[in-house]
């Protein structure tokens, strides 16, 4: 079998016909990510907003926090929220505004695969080994990600990647953050974690995400060194 075939089965419909012009994906593109960073840059710059016990700012959070790398935790908030209600009635705010930023992060990340500029990238061996990898058990595979610590954003470009549903894919992510949310809540409802705990932890999530991406830009950079000499 060729290496075309082969290719076809690991990216079914690679390039399926556009609805919609360019110029309106782009629009679209850029509508959403200002969308989030106008609510990321509402929320750090407020210091009313982050003292609020208001669930629209638990449910309008989910979007900076959930978006593509997420530039901010998600779980201290939860936490924070469910010192002051239910577990059932946090989760429930915030399953649908993740669901909704989730929707974003597939059209996006769509947009961005869809670039000519990713048609090397997609041909790389790593990458096919990747997707050949995910697609055994994509389903499994998104719900044990969604559910436990383990850093979800590279998966919201494998499933494009893939070729996932989104159908799928949505369904996946509110079976694994629904119960994950409660659990959150009920641990804060719970121990009632002070404020400057939540803030230590908020502060830490971040350091960690950061050194992570970090350290991948060195990874590149060193390897790029020797290609460029």
Known sequence: MGPSSNENSIFPDSKPESKY?????TFLFALQISFVLALLIVWITSNSLQ????LWVL????????????????EPVLLYFGKFYQPLTVA?????????TEILNYSTFKFITDLRIFTKLKEKKAIHKTVQFFNKAPFGTLWVAGITPIPFYPLRFLVVLARYPIHKYILAVFLSRFPRFIILAYVGYKI??????????????????????????????????????
């Open 51 to 54: 003292e609020s016990k208001s």
């Open 92 to 100: 429930l705010v915030a399953i649908p505004s993740t669901l909704l």
């Open 21 to 25: 012009p360019p110029w309106i994906k």
């Open 192 to 229: 009632q974690i002070p404020d400057y705990l939540l803030i230590a932890l908020f502060v830490a999530l971040i350091a960690i995400a950061n050194i992570s991406i970090l350290r991948s830009l060195r990874t590149q950079k060193r390897k790029g060194k020797p290609d460029a000499a």
């Open 59 to 74: 449910f309008f959070y989910s979007f900076p926090s959930e978006f593509l790398i997420a530039t901010v935790p998600h």
